[in-house]
T-cell receptor, first 115, second 114 residues
Framework: DAGVIQSPRHEVTEMGQEVTLRCKPI?????LFWYRQTMMRGLELLIY????????DSGMPEDRFSAKMPNASFSTLKIQPSEPRDSAVYFC?????????????FGQGTRLTVV | GDSVTQMEGPVTLSEEAFLTINCTYT??????LFWYVQYPGEGLQLLLK?????DKGSNKGFEATYRKETTSFHLEKGSVQVSDSAVYFC?????????????FGRGTSLIVHP
């Protein structure tokens, strides 16, 4: 398996523009997580899905952020409109939740810079 | 809610020194505990894990023991190498609404000098 695949790896955009981050989880995994990493706040959980259904989005910072998982092999995180304070590394991770805790597999991240 | 606290970094050591990175947790029930490592420009990857009290996880010379009585999961290595320089994250995973949700500490940067 190729692991969790995120695109793009780097994104530079102007304030006010829409940004869409993409994630392909590992095949067979039923849980998907979006995290944001910054020096100030560390690794923050934004939202997670179980069997493609959003379970908890309480970590999403504002209504400007939205996430979807239309099927088991694809998820998006959208920021509209983007702001400079959204600059961070965004990670997607997936895992298999099957009655016991298993490791989360991370993608390589998308480094977002909003200017 | 669940939380993980780990020592602040950076930790700076000379090659072949002994490493300890402290980690304590707060959780309801009995979580599984993990250490992840992040190399520059990459995502987090699992280093080791322990799923119940007194379990010892080990990998690549690193070890950590699940101590329920002290709610701790300290990471140790007897002799570090320059290639161990990275950021280390302690994490717990506990069930929440049908999923096992990883909760991470802030990370501890390790710098090993030759």
């Amino acid at each position: 398996d190729a692991g969790v695949i995120q695109s793009p790896r780097h994104e530079v955009t102007e304030m006010g523009q829409e940004v869409t981050l993409r994630c392909k989880p590992i095949s067979g995994h039923n849980s998907l997580f979006w995290y944001r990493q910054t020096m100030m706040r560390g690794l923050e959980l934004l939202i997670y899905f179980n069997n493609n259904v959003p379970i908890d989005d309480s970590g999403m910072p504002e209504d400007r952020f939205s996430a979807k998982m239309p099927n088991a092999s694809f998820s998006t995180l959208k920021i509209q409109p983007s702001e400079p304070r959204d600059s961070a590394v965004y990670f997607c991770a997936s895992s298999l939740s099957a009655g016991t805790a298993t490791e989360a597999f991370f993608g390589q991240g998308t480094r977002l810079t909003v200017v | 809610g669940d939380s993980v606290t780990q020592m602040e970094g950076p930790v700076t050591l000379s090659e072949e020194a002994f490493l300890t990175i402290n980690c304590t947790y707060t959780a309801t029930g009995y979580p599984s505990l993990f250490w992840y490592v992040q190399y520059p420009g990459e995502g987090l990857q699992l280093l080791l894990k322990a799923t119940k009290a007194d379990d010892k996880g080990s990998n690549k010379g690193f070890e950590a023991t699940y101590r329920k009585e002290t709610t701790s999961f300290h990471l140790e290595k007897g002799s570090v190498q320059v290639s161990d320089s990275a950021v280390y994250f302690c994490a717990l995973s506990a069930p929440r609404r049908g999923s096992y949700i990883p909760t991470f500490g802030r990370g501890t940067s390790l710098i090993v000098h030759p």
